[in-house]
């Protein structure tokens, strides 16, 4: 999947911060920013957080994300064993017209 | 409570065809633009195509265009994708979404259906 790099594995441990990082060219984070999805083995994506920070309804604040040039980032604060799943950045690619997603990171709490 | 319900999905042979459902409720399904997103088994994400709110105008990601139709009928809230040509790099679970907004910008994974598995094989 092109646009969006995610790496593909990050490892904390309970009761810590994850930051989890997104980076594309400026068509892209750097235009509008990024959403995040979280998705459990088995289970639909489910949304974070889009446009940088703006968080659906009964998503938790320990989850904030941010934008710095073209990366954008997502925290997680006071890690949880339910924390543990896959992470996707999703942004605007105005060079294509169309929502690219990053190749999505493994987040381990341990 | 928004809820999208996925079906149509199942075992069908390279160049076979099917047609996917997803039946929308708890939200006025004619106001928004609707999305298909798949999964391949132990892979990301991959955003497939998208309808607007009228059914006016399309979107079809290069790896489907020409084999895939979206389309929607706001009578009976359902959101539709036509496959066709399948081959088996379409085999992945088929999500359909409907977009989140605020008041300056929406994104199109807001809600998300528990998706439809299509599988490629002979």
């Known amino acids: 999947q092109a646009g969006l790099t995610q790496p593909p594995s990050v490892s904390k441990g309970l009761r810590q911060t994850a930051t989890l990082t997104c980076t594309g060219n400026?068509?892209?984070?750097?235009?509008?920013?990024a959403a995040w999805l979280q998705q459990h083995q088995g289970h639909p994506p489910k949304l974070l957080s889009y446009?940088?920070?703006n968080r659906p309804s009964g998503i938790s604040e320990r989850f904030s994300a941010s934008r710095s040039g073209n990366t954008a980032s997502l925290t997680i604060t006071g890690l949880q064993p339910e924390d543990e799943a896959d992470y996707y950045c999703?942004?605007?690619?105005?060079?294509?017209?169309?929502?690219?997603f990053g190749g999505g990171t493994k987040l381990t709490v341990l | 409570e928004v809820q999208l319900v996925e079906s149509g999905g199942g075992l069908v042979q390279p160049g076979g065809s099917l047609r996917l459902s997803c039946a929308a409720s708890?939200?006025?399904?004619?106001?928004?633009?609707m999305h298909w997103v798949r999964q391949a088994p132990g892979k990301g994400l991959e955003y497939v195509s998208a309808?607007?709110?009228?059914?006016?105008?399309?979107y079809y990601a290069n790896s489907v265009k020409g084999r895939f139709t979206i389309s929607r009928d706001n009578s009976k809230n359902t959101l539709y994708l036509q496959m066709g040509s399948l081959r088996a790099e379409d085999t992945a679970v088929y999500y359909c979404?409907?977009?989140?907004?605020?008041?300056?910008?929406?994104?199109?994974?807001?809600?998300w259906g528990q998706g439809t598995l299509v599988t490629v094989s002979s």
């Open positions: 979404a409907r977009p989140v907004c605020s008041s300056t910008s929406c994104f199109p994974g807001g809600y």
């Open positions: 708890g939200f006025t399904f004619s106001s928004y633009a």
């Open positions: 309808i607007s709110s009228n059914g006016g105008s399309t």
């Open positions: 400026s068509n892209i984070v750097g235009n509008q920013g």
């Open positions: 446009r940088n920070n």
């Open positions: 999703s942004a605007w690619d105005s060079s294509l017209s169309a929502w690219v």
